[in-house]
């Protein structure tokens, strides 16, 4: 078991919250600050190879936007997670920051301390989902599970899609877990494979012009 800090950058335009995010996570013991960017574009200038586990990103940026970040982030290290930070929680920009490769998604109103942990699991391979988020999960992937035999699509598998419709609900991962009869590490595992597929099938739908 690797106990040595995770890498992690931080891009966020507000000098303010850049701020308090940056100097919180300078004095954490789980993370090692690699450096902090006010936009993509300094985030790219500033990237010189080194390796990065995590990236905490803003996706209201001047000039290219966090989403342009994350894109660019997972086509050069595939392996770095990156978690969207943003004030704003409607479907259309989650579901955007799903498809440009984000493993998670956080206000900023969310206390630092809960960031962290976030980042954590993320990291470690787990994903979290609310129950907000879920509800667009059930709501894309419904329509489309009629498809014949899936075609042009990376449908969920029962499970997947009875993890979403429990959370949906607001339903605990430890109640998922017990109610399907699967540990709470699984419950992790097919939220981030419906993750995956959202990204998969998303991506299709903008090649097409959808």
Sequence with gaps: ???????????????????????????SAQFELLFSAQSTEAFIDCWNDQHIDIILCDI?????SGLEA????????????????????????????????AS?????????????????????????MSPAVARMVVGYFNPLLDKPEGKDIDALTKHELEVA?????????RAVAEQLFISVDTVKLHI?????????????E???GF
């Excluded at 981030?192 to 299709?204: E, G, M």
């Design 1 to 27: 078991m690797n106990s040595a800090p995770f890498s992690l950058v931080i891009i966020e335009d507000n000098p303010l919250i850049s701020k308090i995010v940056t100097e919180y996570f300078k004095r």
């Design 70 to 101: 994350t894109r660019y982030a997972k086509s050069i290290s595939p392996h770095t997670e990156v978690v969207m930070f943003s004030v704003s929680d409607d479907e259309e920009t989650v579901f955007k920051a799903l498809c440009a490769g």
């Design 60 to 64: 209201g940026l001047p000039g290219k």
């Design 165 to 173: 419709m429990l959370l949906q609900h607001g339903a605990t991962y």
């Design 192 to 204: 981030r494979n419906i993750y995956s597929k959202l990204q998969v099938t998303l991506r299709s």
């Design 206 to 208: 903008l090649v097409k």
């Design 104 to 128: 998670g998604y956080l206000l900023k109103d969310t206390p630092l301390s809960k960031v962290e942990d976030h980042l954590v699991e993320v990291v470690k391979g787990g994903a979290a």
